[in-house]
């Protein structure tokens, strides 16, 4: 696991503490989360700007598939915003802007299991599907 804040990797790192990185981001010191499962997949949390972070998942199989989660429940009123990463705003669409309090315990699912789920307000999109390349 790697975060913004320590500027370091760790290793053999448990769901839980993850999980504790992720619920602290705050969009200023603590803007990204990034764990990998061996060669097989990566977690990518975002943001904590106002609460709100941009989820990413890519699963490297016999193709890469690369994945954003969305959710359903769409404010007209907002178009996008503006998620930190490491000191840059990212502007996202609204739909990708995803609540911590949203967020939390699908992700506590998913890093137990490393399986995507939905909930009735979150889904997964799959963003693009290339070859995986062989070694």
Request: aromatic share 6%; with cysteine; glycine share 6%.
């Amino acid at each position: 696991m790697y975060t913004d804040e320590r500027k370091e990797e760790r290793k053999h790192v448990s769901w839980h503490e993850v999980l504790r990185e992720i619920a602290s981001l705050d969009g200023q010191e603590r803007t990204l989360v990034h764990a990998a499962y061996g060669d097989h997949v990566d977690l990518v949390v975002s943001g904590g700007d106002a609460g709100y972070v941009l989820i990413q998942w890519k699963e490297y199989a016999r193709e890469i598939r690369h994945y954003v989660l969305t959710t359903k429940q769409i404010d007209v009123e907002v178009t996008g915003r503006i998620i930190t990463v490491e000191g840059e705003g990212l502007p996202v669409p609204a739909d990708w802007a995803i609540s911590l309090e949203q967020a939390i315990p699908l992700l506590g699912d998913l890093l137990q299991t490393c399986e995507q789920k939905e909930n009735a307000d979150l889904q997964w999109l799959l963003l693009e599907t290339e070859p995986a390349q062989m070694s």
